[in-house]
């Protein structure tokens, strides 16, 4: 199985500070047709898990533009600009290239 | 607004089995792969298994393979989660889920099966 690693696992901010999470996956995510399947998910306390970003750096309809991916190949970093009270929750990073698709184990937000 | 429903969760003892439903609404049922993944009680994301558009093609994380069984009703736009032997391990929320790639991805609310004696 692919396995992703996530760190911190735990990051207290400050609001309106930036923060940045990190990922990275044991195999490349690329396919033959050259697509990257990373994806961002936010899931605040007690709520079901919402797709913030897909394919490394497409935010979904709704997503705040203050959320950022990037990364290529093994390595993936999501970035948040300025930290709101609403982005509290654990983040995850998840690969669809190959199944089991799997998660990294969490990056829980909290706010100092 | 796109909905999913899961049902058919609750407590049920080793061994025995459950049914999970999931009913969509208010999008496409039939063009997109559909998922289960569970949440184990203050753990992490698990994808358990997938199912094609049309229902021809399965598959299964190895810790569920041989137990639990996937199908879907595109007529009645209800995706199924047939399981079998389980076990405390298999104790977690349960997600249906509508996932396609780059379109636009849906979660249910989630259904919470607990396995206790």
């Known amino acids: 199985d692919v396995v992703m690693t996530q760190s911190p696992v735990s990051l207290p901010v400050t609001l309106g500070q930036p923060a940045s999470i990190s990922c990275r996956s044991s195999q490349s995510l690329v396919n033959s047709a050259g697509d990257t399947h990373l994806n961002w998910f936010q899931q605040r306390p007690g709520q079901s898990p919402r797709r913030l970003i897909y394919e490394v750096s497409n935010r979904d309809s709704g997503v705040p533009d203050r959320f950022t991916g990037s990364g290529s190949g093994t390595d993936f970093t999501l970035k948040i600009s300025r930290v709101e009270a609403e982005d509290v929750g654990v983040y995850y990073c998840m690969q669809g290239a190959r199944w089991p698709f799997t998660f990294g184990g969490g990056t829980k937000v909290e706010i100092k | 607004e796109v909905h999913l429903e899961e049902s058919g969760g609750g407590l049920v003892q080793p061994g025995r089995s459950l049914r999970l439903s999931c009913t969509a609404s208010r999008f496409t049922f039939r063009s997109y792969w559909m998922y289960w993944v569970r949440q184990g009680p203050g753990k992490g994301l698990v994808w358990v298994s997938r199912i094609s558009p049309d229902g021809t093609e399965t598959i299964y994380a190895d810790s569920v393979g041989g137990r639990f069984t996937i199908s879907r009703d595109n007529a009645k736009n209800t995706l199924y989660l047939q399981m079998n032997s389980l076990g405390v391990d298999d104790a977690a929320v349960y997600y249906c889920?509508?996932?396609?790639?780059?379109?636009?991805?849906?979660w249910g609310q989630g259904i919470l099966v607990t396995v206790s004696s």
């Open positions: 889920v509508a996932y396609n790639w780059k379109s636009p991805m849906y």
